[in-house]
T-cell receptor, first 113, second 116 residues
Framework: DAGVTQSPTHLIKTRGQQVTLRCSPK?????VSWYQQALGQGPQFIFQYYEEEERQRGNFPDRFSGHQFPNYSSELNVNALLLGDSALYLC????????????FGSGTRLTVV | AQKITQTQPGMFVQEKEAVTLDCTYD???????LFWYKQPSSGEMIFLIYQGSYDEQNATEGRYSLNFQKARKSANLVISASQLGDSAMYFCAMREVPNQGGKLIFGQGTELSVKP
């Protein structure tokens, strides 16, 4: 049973560029949430997608956007990259409404130079 | 606002001994969930244990147990018989009410090092 798959694993981008990160949820899960984890910090909630709609959003600027596809996979897009966007981006899948069955991927390590 | 506090940036424990990682939380909700995750250097968040706010007994999962003291708003993780493979970052997290989205709020984490 495949868990959560994220791609790519590592990425280096230049300030001002745009990036797209991808997530395939665990089989049977229909909800995807994205978290940003800066070095030495706990993860911070970015947003959650269910039924192809953004259901909840954390305190992140509009440069962060997302999408969920009919097969429940999801993308996270970040425009106009800043050095401060360098972080580990984690995807978590669950059923909706999420109670306790969250499954996390291994993350995408984004470095902005 | 909901908040999770982990006051121990780093902890050391001797192999085969028990260790307690501290977690306090703040919420005005009556219904919430508390989680502990392990994050090795690979980055993946590995679920360890869950405690619901209405659960009367402390949760246990193998060598992991959660010392839940609701009145004190604490949810400490106890790892018994530590192993070298337990060395990792440990995060305490609280889940918001599910019908409001159920996002997880994480603490700053505790780095556990197990000595042989």
């Amino acid at each position: 049973d495949a868990g959560v798959t994220q791609s790519p694993t590592h990425l280096i981008k230049t300030r001002g560029q745009q990036v797209t990160l991808r997530c395939s949820p665990k089989s049977g899960h229909d909800t995807v949430s994205w978290y940003q984890q800066a070095l030495g910090q706990g993860p911070q909630f970015i947003f959650q997608y269910y039924e192809e709609e953004e259901r909840q959003r954390g305190n992140f600027p509009d440069r962060f956007s997302g999408h969920q596809f009919p097969n429940y996979s999801s993308e996270l897009n970040v425009n106009a990259l800043l050095l401060g966007d360098s972080a580990l981006y984690l995807c978590a899948s669950s059923l909706y409404p999420p109670i306790y069955g969250y499954t996390f991927g291994s993350g995408t390590r984004l470095t902005v130079v | 606002a909901q908040k999770i506090t982990q006051t121990q940036p780093g902890m050391f424990v001797q192999e085969k001994e028990a260790v307690t990682l501290d977690c306090t939380y703040d919420t005005s909700d009556q219904s919430y969930g508390l989680f502990w995750y392990k994050q090795p250097s690979s980055g993946e968040m590995i679920f360890l244990i869950y405690q619901g706010s209405y659960d009367e007994q402390n949760a246990t999962e193998g060598r992991y147990s959660l010392n839940f003291q609701k009145a004190r708003k604490s949810a400490n993780l106890v790892i018994s018989a530590s192993q070298l493979g337990d060395s990792a970052m440990y995060f305490c997290a609280m889940r918001e009410v599910p019908n409001q989205g159920g996002k997880l709020i994480f603490g700053q984490g505790t780095e556990l090092s197990v000595k042989p």
